[in-house]
Nanobody
Framework: QVQLMESGGGSVQPGGSLRLSCVAS????????MEWYRQAPGKQRELVAG???????NYADFVKGRFTISRDNAKNTVYLQMSSLKPEDTAVYYC????????????????WGQGTQVTVSS
């Protein structure tokens, strides 16, 4: 069974920074795209950033220049460095990944973490 576990959320003042981490665990063969989503109260879940196996990144327009996604393939971990945080960044942040796992015939499935709360407020 594969699990994604986020950490690093918390409360911060506007203009502050946080670094989120998401670790994938289990009988993992490989991880394809890893992404961060967020969901604010009363709103739909939205894509924040994504990163491919080889490090190609994409960002939502509302975080470009402020957030940076990275990954450590050896640690099955994806990070989201968030800077210049705004109150509108307040949301639960979720990790998502396409993971190849299982034996003897590994298959690819999509997994979600449980989310970590980020609150930006003065």
């Amino acid at each position: 069974q594969v699990q994604l576990m986020e950490s690093g959320g918390g409360s911060v003042q506007p203009g502050g920074s946080l670094r989120l981490s998401c670790v994938a665990s289990g009988r993992i063969s490989s991880i394809n795209t890893m992404e961060w989503y967020r969901q604010a109260p009363g709103k739909q879940r939205e894509l924040v950033a994504g990163i491919s196996t080889v490090g190609t990144t994409n960002y939502a327009d509302f975080v470009k220049g402020r957030f940076t996604i990275s990954r450590d393939n050896a640690k099955n971990t994806v990070y989201l460095q968030m800077s210049s945080l705004k109150p509108e960044d307040t949301a639960v942040y979720y990790c998502n990944a396409d993971v190849r796992s299982g034996s003897p015939w590994p298959t690819v499935r999509n997994y979600w973490g449980q989310g970590t709360q980020v609150t930006v407020s003065s």
